[in-house]
């Protein structure tokens, strides 16, 4: 049974169906990434599977259990932790009080157990910990994305969703960030992952869906996807790819 699966998934804003019967699959361990232009549905899919919108038809199950029906802090608590596009880091707070947030679904914790967790995030995420005492709005870009994620993990979820994390970050950040999902999988994490950057998507991922018009188009291995001509043309520029799971 997959960890989370989408069945015949539709969604809408007002009169506008943004997606159109999606259906894919996420196993346990891996990581699943969802290609697509702006506009494909890529957004819509993650906040409809974390419960920030309802399916208008459609199923969503989550480790065997129905949640297309569920609040958002419903589906927090069951194990699913959603970054944003945008971040949305709390600019007057300190970095220590950003993490600190992400541990409110799970209730009250023994300050010692909340802080040795926070401590494990500033291990995964080390210039966090030189920074721990800065206001959110003083990070850069990169250093904002991962508080992000770090407050998403202290959720303890058992499927991280994760939109668009490299937006608007240099390339060299890029990589950064794309070596700390890697180091979160090996650590367990289930990760489907948004992403219009397709080549590093595709050099982290398991498994990979094309999304176009609120319609998914291809699903296959990251090889199968950069052998498609489609693909390539579309989303990594034309020509031949470098095989995935290799960093240039």
């Known amino acids: 049974m997959p960890l989370?699966?989408?069945?015949?998934?539709?969604?809408h804003y007002g009169a506008v169906q943004a997606l159109k019967g999606v259906s894919l699959r996420v196993e346990e361990g891996e990581i699943a990434t969802l290609l697509g232009a702006n506009g494909a549905g890529k957004t819509t899919?993650?906040?409809?599977?974390?419960g920030l919108m309802h399916p208008s038809a459609g199923g969503i199950t989550f480790a065997g259990r129905e949640i297309h029906r569920l609040r958002a802090e419903q589906v927090v608590r069951l194990g699913i932790a959603h970054v944003p596009e945008g971040r949305h880091v709390f600019p007057g707070l300190t970095v220590t009080e950003?993490?600190?947030l992400g541990a409110s679904s799970r209730g009250r914790l023994r300050r010692a157990t909340l802080?040795?967790?926070i401590e494990e995030m500033f291990e995964i995420f080390p210039d966090l910990k030189r920074l721990s005492s800065a206001?959110?709005?003083s990070l850069s870009g990169g250093q904002q994305q991962m508080l992000a994620v770090a407050r998403g993990l202290m959720a303890k979820p058992r499927l991280l969703l994760l939109d668009e994390p490299s937006l608007g970050l240099a390339p060299i950040i890029v990589q950064q960030?794309?070596?700390v999902i890697k180091r979160i999988r090996a650590l367990g994490m289930t990760i489907l992952l948004v992403e219009q950057n397709a080549h590093m998507a595709l050099s982290v991922a398991d498994r990979g869906y094309v999304l176009e018009t609120g319609k998914l188009m291809l699903e296959g291995t990251p090889a199968e996807l950069l052998d498609n001509e489609e693909v390539r043309a579309a989303y990594l520029g034309g020509?031949?790819?470098p095989s995935p799971n290799v960093t240039a």
């Open 115 to 117: 802080f040795a967790e």
């Open 177 to 179: 960030l794309f070596e």
């Open 98 to 100: 950003n993490i600190m």
């Open 135 to 137: 206001l959110g709005w």
């Open 4 to 11: 989370l699966e989408l069945h015949q998934v539709q969604s």
């Open 239 to 241: 020509g031949r790819s």
């Open 45 to 50: 899919t993650l906040r409809t599977i974390s």
